[in-house]
């Protein structure tokens, strides 16, 4: 695999049917250029492959990992308890308080292991992207350069819109 092809965000979800939602995360990541590592690892019917996945994500060559979960949501804190990489979080709406449950899992994880937190659903899925573009973006001048232009595209954009 090429350098350009080599994952550089990982993106961990609790249930396939989050997929459609995290699609637009690695869509975003692909606007930019990075390429992601998608999976279905949950934190609590495959807790043991979880953490290895965590655990080997610096030393497969990843810099931020993004897990979005519904419910409980305890991927997040899994991941971030099991590596050091910066840890997004998506809450998920799930069959129950409209995602609410999942925001407040996500946010409030215990002192000494944190996840920056999203919003819940696909707004939140867009903004882990952008924030681990922001991340990597620190040390990379063409990656902060693309992300100015993003910005600067978003503006021009509200700024041509007119109104009836």
């Known amino acids: 695999m090429s350098a350009e092809q080599t994952p550089r965000v990982g993106i961990v979800m609790g249930s396939k049917s989050d997929w459609d939602t995290m699609k637009h995360c690695r869509d975003m990541l692909k606007e930019f250029g990075i390429v992601a590592d998608c999976r279905v690892l949950s934190a609590h019917r495959t807790p043991h492959a979880a953490a290895e996945w965590a655990e080997t ?3 497969r060559g990843l810099e931020v990992v993004i897990a979005a979960a519904g419910g409980a949501a305890h991927l997040a804190g899994v991941m971030a308890a099991h590596t050091v990489l910066p840890v ?3 809450p998920m709406s799930a069959w ?3 995602g609410l449950d ?9 002192r000494g292991i944190p996840v920056g937190t999203l ?7 867009v903004n882990a992207a952008l924030l681990a573009v ?4 620190t040390k990379e001048p063409a990656l902060r350069d693309k992300l100015k232009e993003y910005r600067k595209s978003q503006t021009e954009t509200i700024l ?3 109104l009836d």
């Open 96 to 98: 129950s308080l409209d």
């Open 160 to 162: 041509e819109q007119k």
């Open 102 to 110: 999942s925001l407040l899992s996500t946010a409030q994880m215990p």
């Open 134 to 137: 922001s991340i990597m973006a």
């Open 119 to 125: 919003a819940i659903g696909k707004a939140g899925a």
């Open 57 to 59: 994500a610096e030393e």
């Open 88 to 90: 997004l979080g998506v």
